[in-house]
């Protein structure tokens, strides 16, 4: 039944993940400036959302270890493991937020004159703090991965705790700030917001598939470590009885 | 086709390109571990210290 459930998940993001690029590709018009490369907004934006939800998830896994790492070692580890799979899954979608961002700025960030190449980069304060947040998940990960010894994973949660208040600064920046990345999509004033059905139907459509995709990693992120979680208490106990 | 809509095109293609790589890259390297887990504990299991 189990497995029945989870190929039957797995068959349903495949179908969502085709549906979201048949929308994108061939559905969506193209936009009247910036033509066929704004089609990169389809898989850039959702994976930015879905790389804040899953930072968010990571939060509340490591609030969560440690309010219970004492009372409840168990549940707390359960957590634990919640925080190091939202964390490295939203790693994986916020570097391709940093790589299609680039890829779609360097098109329309133009100079000037013939349309030639424009910049790949600029300081600019959704670019910078967007940057931070992979910095310092990643710096997460690394000290997960490479320290050892018990505090290992206190130290982590912190260490996640104080990372997701980036998270807030990078989905204000281009309110509270000007650069040159666009304005908000939504809840921007009444210049935001997607005004053609098509555009949008193709944007909800790639949200849908994009998360679905990225829950199926989470998951398996998860189990993955809860797996490693219970080889590691075996060898302790192991360890301890001879 | 100008240039512009070729790059445009390229570029495109580029990002979604890039986006699956990344995707199923990281899809593969968790099947990896998730093998090499499975591996780990038959192997704890057939000889138990």
Not at chain 1, 45 to 67: D, H, K, N, R
Not at chain 2, 1 to 30: E, N, P, R, S
Request: hydrophobic content about 50%; proline content about 4%.
């Amino acid at each position: 039944m189990k497995k029945f459930a989870i190929g039957l998940y797995v068959a349903i993001t495949a179908v969502l993940m085709a549906w979201g690029f048949y929308q994108a590709i061939y559905v969506a018009p193209d936009e009247q400036t910036m033509h066929e490369v704004q089609r990169i907004f389809y898989y850039h934006v959702p994976s930015a959302m879905i790389a804040f939800l899953f930072f968010a998830i990571s939060l509340a896994g490591s609030i969560c270890f440690l309010a219970l790492r004492r009372s409840h070692p168990e549940r707390a580890q359960a957590s634990d493991a919640w925080a190091l799979a939202g964390a490295e899954v939203g790693v994986v979608f916020c570097t391709v937020v940093l790589i299609t961002g680039p890829l779609w700025g360097h098109r329309v960030w133009w100079g000037g004159g013939d349309w030639g190449h424009g910049t790949w980069w600029t300081w600019d304060p959704r670019l910078t703090t967007t940057l931070v947040l992979w910095l310092i998940y990643v710096s997460y990960l690394l000290l997960r991965r490479f320290a050892a010894g018990p505090q290992v994973q206190a130290l982590a949660a912190v260490l996640n705790i104080f990372g997701a208040l980036d998270v807030p600064i990078v989905y204000m920046s281009n309110r509270w700030w000007r650069g040159a990345h666009p304005g908000p999509v939504f809840g921007g004033g009444p210049d935001s917001g997607i005004h053609d059905p098509a555009m949008m139907h193709a944007f909800c459509w790639n949200i849908a598939a994009w998360l679905a995709w990225g829950l199926l990693l989470l998951a398996l992120r998860y189990h993955i470590e809860r797996q490693q979680q219970s080889f590691a208490a075996q060898q302790a106990q192991e360890a301890i009885e001879a | 086709m100008d240039t512009k809509a070729i790059l445009d095109h390229q570029f495109t293609v580029a990002a979604y390109a890039i986006t699956w790589v990344i995707q199923l890259g990281y899809l593969a390297w968790l099947g990896l571990r998730w093998r090499a887990q499975k591996r780990k504990a038959a192997r704890s299991a057939r000889n138990p210290r």
